[in-house]
C-alpha cells in the first residue's frame, strides 16, 4: 500500500510537482496575511467553488476519456499490425521462391520499424533499411506507403507469371491493405490533436481556479488551507497532464504505447518463420517502463 502511495515511477508528480509547489506556497502566504490583516479579507462563501469544481471534474473526465480512446485505438491498430502480419507469413508459404519471401517479410519488418519512426517526427528511413533488400525503390517522401508499394508489386508479378493463384494473391493483398488501413488509422490519431481552444479553456480554468481556491480556503481552515490547496491542485493538474499525454501515444514518455517492444515482437515472429536463430530477445521493462 505505501508503496503505491509513494512511487514517482509512472506517475504524473514529477512533471507537475512545480506548479503544485507554487500553488501551495501561494496558499501559505494567503494564510499568513489573512492571519494579521483579516481585516483586507472580504468573506468568500466556498459555494461557487464547489459549483466550479464539480463542473470542472465533469469537463475534465470528457476531454481525459477522449485522450484515453485515442490512446487505446492506437493501442488496437497496432495490435492489428500484427495480426495483419503473421497472417501475412501463414499465406506467404505458397511462394516457392525462398530468398524472394524472406526479401517480403523483413520488409515487414522494416514497415513495423519506419512507421514507428514516422509517427515519433524520426528518420523513417535509417531504421528501415536495414530490413530492405539493397536497391529497394524506396523513397523518403513516406516510406511505410513506399514498402507496402513494393511488396504488392512483388505479389503481383507472382500472380502474373502463375507462381501462386489469384485467390492467394487476393489474400495477400488484403494484409497489406490491412497495414495500409493502420498507418492511416496511427497517422490520423497523430496529426488530429484535440481542438485547440477545448483544450486551452480547460488549461485556463484550472489555473484560475487553484489560484483562487486559497482565497476561500484560508479563513475557515486557516493553515490546513495549502494541504487541501495542495491536493486539489494535484488532482486537477495531474488529470491535465494525463490527457495531455494520453493525447498523443506514441512518444517516448513514461505512459506512452510500449512500440519499440510490439516492433520487436513482429521481427521475432517474422525472423522465427524463417528459421533465424537465435531470435532477438523480446524488450522487457526497464525500471518498470516498457518502451
Known sequence: MLRV?????????????????????????????????????????????????????????????????????????????????????????????????????????????????????????PLARTWLAEGAPITAHNVCDGILRDIGAQCSRLAKDGAISEFRYTLLEQRLAGLSDVQATCERIKGTPLPFPYTLLLHRTIYIFCLLLPFALAEPLGWLAPLFTTIVSYTFFGLDAIGNELEDPFGRDENDLPTDALVRTIERDVLSALGHE??????????????
Request: hydrophobic share 50%; aromatic share 10%.
Open 278 to 291: 537465435p531470435l532477438p530477445p523480446a524488450l522487457v521493462p526497464v525500471d518498470h517502463v516498457l518502451s
Open 5 to 125: 502511495l509513494f512511487t514517482l515511477k509512472g506517475s504524473i508528480v514529477q512533471r507537475i510537482a512545480l506548479r503544485c509547489l507554487a500553488v501551495t506556497l501561494l496558499a501559505a502566504l494567503i494564510v499568513l496575511i489573512e492571519r494579521h490583516y483579516p481585516a483586507l479579507f472580504y468573506p468568500v462563501s466556498a459555494t461557487p467553488f464547489t459549483l466550479l469544481g464539480l463542473s470542472l471534474s465533469i469537463f475534465m473526465s470528457f476531454r481525459n476519456n477522449a485522450c484515453y480512446d485515442r490512446w487505446w485505438e492506437g493501442r488496437k491498430a497496432w495490435g492489428r499490425m500484427i495480426i495483419e502480419v503473421r497472417s501475412f507469413v501463414r499465406e506467404s508459404v505458397a511462394i516457392e521462391d525462398q530468398q524472394l519471401r524472406a526479401q517480403m517479410l523483413r520488409g515487414l519488418c522494416g514497415f513495423a520499424h519506419a512507421l514507428n519512426a514516422r509517427l515519433r517526427n524520426e528518420d523513417e528511413l
